[in-house]
């Protein structure tokens, strides 16, 4: 008979039970109120956001790159194959628990990419590291903002403010941004709003749905106007 899947570890959240799943084939899922968030089966569109992000940042001398979130690693691992040996890599991450899976039970799928000596890592609201960034001087700010949390950048409830993709983040998230830097966000599907409010937040979008089999995820890229 086939194996049942192995739940390794757990944590409640405000959202419900975050969960690390081990698969009867092998492969791995971090759940959350039993709805998969991501899977090492099928994570080629977070390799593409990083690879759209952190590509013209190559021949750059010392990038900084903010990454977030964590999830099993694998945006943060293609982040780091690109960029050169004196890039700093702040990535963020609300759940200490998924840190602690990242660097235990499923550190091979990221290639231990949090031990890496560019990377730092911050247990924090990612909103608060672009805040951050937003008041901070050159050497505060980013080349780029890869942004991979949970479904994407879909509308929040009416009346409420989303504290990334909202009108006011995306200011914040502009001004976080070396002249010339790059906001790239991954999203489960299109989201023509966020477009949209991209676009009427300054910024120059490009909208990319990298071609492999399976799920059809999106990347949005965008680029504050200079003028």
């Known amino acids: 008979m086939p194996q049942p899947s192995e739940i390794i570890d757990s944590v409640d959240t405000d959202e419900g039970k975050l969960e690390l799943i081990r698969q009867a084939s092998g492969h791995w899922i971090i759940s959350i109120d039993r709805r998969p968030l991501m899977s090492s089966f099928?994570?080629?569109?977070e390799v593409a956001l990083a690879d759209l992000a952190c590509s013209p940042l190559k021949e750059k001398?010392?990038?900084r790159v903010l990454v977030a979130g964590l999830g099993m690693g694998y945006t943060l691992r293609a982040a780091l194959d690109?960029?050169?040996?004196d890039a700093e890599v702040v990535t963020a991450e609300l759940n200490p628990i998924v840190a602690r899976w990242c660097r235990g039970p499923i550190a091979e799928l990221s290639k231990n990419a949090l031990d890496d000596p560019r990377v730092k890592l911050e247990i924090l609201d990612v909103s608060i590291l672009i805040s951050r960034a937003a008041d901070a001087?050159?050497?505060?700010?980013?080349d780029a903002l890869v942004l991979d949390l949970y479904e994407g950048p879909y509308p929040p409830?009416?009346?409420t403010e989303d504290l990334v993709y909202g009108r006011k983040a995306l200011a914040r998230a502009?001004?976080?941004l070396r002249p010339g830097g790059c906001m790239?966000?991954?999203s489960e599907g299109p989201v023509k709003s966020f477009e949209k409010l991209m676009g009427a937040c300054g910024f120059r979008v490009e909208y990319h749905r990298p071609k492999y089999k399976g799920p059809r995820h999106i990347v949005y890229l965008g680029w504050p106007h200079t003028s």
């Not at 690109?82 to 040996?85: D, E, I, S, Y």
């Not at 001087?137 to 980013?142: E, V």
């Open 137 to 142: 001087g050159d050497d505060g700010k980013f």
């Open 157 to 159: 409830p009416e009346g």
């Open 42 to 45: 099928l994570h080629r569109s």
């Open 174 to 176: 502009r001004r976080a």
């Open 184 to 186: 790239a966000v991954w």
């Open 82 to 85: 690109l960029l050169p040996a």
């Open 61 to 63: 001398a010392s990038p």
